[in-house]
């Protein structure tokens, strides 16, 4: 319950510091900003401080900072010039719209950098420490302590060779294990995975090498566990969005709710729900840390009206010396709008009747 409720509480501080980043860089700059909200939609509550409105919405699926001249379509009073996004240079442009990434990015390599340096590294070596009871494995012979070497004819010289070689698929191979000195070869027919379809499954659980890790290597591996993220969010936007997966979203709204985890969106409940899941600190904080990676990576699209849009926008202008015609980006606009609103609201079904559990 406090793991549910803690992650509650993160989310909406991840959120507002995105906010933020884009709120001080326009005020750094001289800009504008007239509303700064947490949610979409009718207002629940909001004060108004200054020139800027601050409060919170029904939709609790993002937030926004109201910076005059952003919409193209917004008239500008005439006190107000000189204040806009839109008479700004491309610099404070490209500060602004990419200030939201920014911190949640920091924020994430600050958590890895916490946690590496606090708990070392768990490395899985391609080392049994277990085998599953009934799995290829178990039918090949392979027994714990074996320190696998090869698969056919690919080598293993760590844990993500051996996931690598398992992800071309189920089927008869050989596999060279070093047991108490010696090579032995036993023969496996993997059966098809059922978390990653299309790949094999041998059974078997690695040994995990703990490493101790001072602050100078922890910038190297949070770094790399940042460039992780934005590699794995990239891999599953490819397979949330396409049409295959699509259909099934669009099924989910007739009742089957039978989606892969692999294609799953998620919502903050159900991020709350993992967050109860969550069976220690350092888990649930790296968890934390990948939703910013995660956040920031999809606003980096180059999709009007994301950040990354907006940065596309105004290059393209600073290339082309002309003025974007943001009249046309309205189509695409409202399409990224609700397309990301339907994600969202089949993750909200799917997190309500089909909860994610690690049991």
Request: proline share 5%; aromatic share 10%.
């Amino acid at each position: 319950m406090l793991g549910g409720i803690a992650a509650a509480v993160a989310i909406l501080l991840f959120v507002t510091a995105h906010e933020a980043g884009h709120f001080f860089a326009a005020k750094a700059v001289g800009m504008k900003a007239t509303e700064f909200f947490f949610g979409f939609g009718p207002r629940i509550w909001s004060t108004k401080r200054g020139e800027t409105e601050y409060g919170v919405k029904a939709l609790p699926l993002g937030g926004y900072v109201r910076i005059l001249g952003m919409n193209p379509l917004e008239e500008i009073a005439p006190e107000d010039m000189g204040r806009t996004y839109r008479e700004k240079k491309f610099w404070e442009k490209s500060v602004v719209v990419l200030a939201g990434v920014g911190m949640n990015f920091l924020i994430a390599f600050l958590m890895f950098f916490g946690l590496i340096v606090a708990n070392g590294t768990n490395e899985p070596i391609p080392e049994i420490e277990s085998v599953v009871a009934g799995s290829p494995a178990d039918e090949a012979g392979l027994m714990a302590g074996d320190r696998i070497v090869a698969v056919d004819s690919g080598q293993v010289e760590s844990w993500e060779d051996l996931t690598r070689i398992l992800a071309e698929g189920p089927g008869e191979v050989s596999i060279t294990v070093r047991r108490d000195g010696a090579e032995l070869v036993r023969e496996a027919d993997l059966e098809e995975s059922t978390r990653i379809p299309g790949a094999g499954f041998l059974g078997v659980q690695p040994k995990v090498k703990e490493t101790e890790v001072g602050p100078i290597a922890g910038i190297g591996f949070a770094g790399r566990a940042v460039w992780g993220g934005i590699e794995d969010t990239f891999y599953s936007l490819y397979q949330m969005f396409r049409p295959s997966s699509l259909l099934q979203y669009v099924g989910v709204l007739g009742g089957d709710t039978d989606i892969p985890d692999e294609i799953r969106p998620v919502s903050p409940i159900g991020i709350v729900s993992i967050g109860t899941q969550a069976d220690n600190a350092a888990g649930f904080f790296g968890i934390l840390a990948y939703i910013n990676v995660i956040l920031a990576t999809i606003n980096l699209l180059p999709l009007f009206p994301l950040d990354g849009g907006h940065f596309a926008v105004a290059l393209y202008e600073k290339v082309t010396g002309r003025q974007a015609n943001m009249r046309r980006l309205m189509p695409i606009a409202a399409a990224v709008v609700a397309t990301l609103f339907f994600l969202g609201f089949v993750a909200i079904i799917l997190d309500i009747v089909d909860p994610i559990s690690f049991g």
